[in-house]
């Protein structure tokens, strides 16, 4: 009987200690969802503050898509044909000359010669849409930087100062705070890259075609901006690379 009591007395000290010891753990887990919830909402709000959030990158992915098959159906349009204009009717040498001053390839001047080249006409189209629009719209921040004609984009995808995350940051708040300037200097860009793209198609098209391709091209570029313009406050610019996009930092 007293070996049973001794054994029943130890198994309440046992029990009691567990209690204890459970309820050490359970003030303990309480301090940490405490914790976790001070860290995100600190989290939140610095999120709010710096304003970079995160790329949904089936959105993304789904928009690049539909700006692939615009593009198609553009140049299919237009240029449907088995190879170029004939010599005759092609300029000689037709010079492409890029004086944006924003942008990291705003120096390049390419000369193009529309009467050596033999390929399908819509290939081609594509090809020189697609150029201009990776070099002037699909870029990360408009607004020129102190550092003479370089954009701030260019600049700070050369900044070995700050890590990407911090770029995102600037970038994104540099957006923020002159959103109506990078949106007229983006428009800038998108109307200089339509004229001068109309320009440069210009022996491939009927000249009563000129001012229904310029409309089409700048709704392109119009939609083009729209998609990519969430990546502009974003800190994804790596998984561009999913999309076949240089990296810009």
Not at 59 to 68: A, D, I, P, W
Not at 125 to 135: C, Y
Not at 164 to 183: D, G, N, Y
């Amino acid at each position: 009987m007293q070996e049973l009591e001794r054994g029943t007395k130890g198994a309440e000290e046992n029990m009691l200690q567990c209690q204890r010891r459970l309820e050490e753990q359970i003030m303990k887990n309480r301090k940490l969802q405490t914790i976790l919830e001070e860290s995100d909402f600190h989290l939140r709000t610095l999120n709010l503050d710096i304003d970079v959030g995160e790329v949904d990158l089936d959105v993304l992915r789904n928009g690049f898509q539909s700006m692939e098959k615009r593009l198609k159906v553009l140049s299919s349009k237009f240029f449907e044909s088995s190879t170029t204009t004939e010599p005759s009717k092609a300029h000689e040498n037709t010079e492409h000359v890029r004086t944006s001053n924003y942008g990291p390839l705003s120096q390049s001047i390419f000369p193009l010669s529309y009467a050596n080249i033999m390929c399908p006409r819509e290939l081609l189209a594509q090809s020189i849409i697609a150029n201009r629009l990776s070099a002037d719209i699909l870029t990360p921040v408009c607004l020129p930087s102190p550092m003479g004609r370089m954009g701030i984009g260019e600049a700070l995808e050369r900044s070995s100062a700050i890590r990407p995350r911090q770029k995102a940051i600037l970038r994104s708040l540099l957006v923020t705070a002159f959103e109506s300037e990078e949106v007229r200097l983006r428009n800038e860009l998108l109307t200089t890259a339509v004229s001068d793209i109309s320009h440069e198609l210009e022996p491939l098209l009927q000249s009563q075609e000129i001012q229904n391709l310029k409309e089409e091209l700048h709704r392109f570029f119009v939609f083009a901006a729209n998609v990519w313009k969430p990546v502009q406050r974003s800190q994804r610019w790596r998984e561009m690379h999913d999309f076949g996009i240089p990296a810009v930092i």
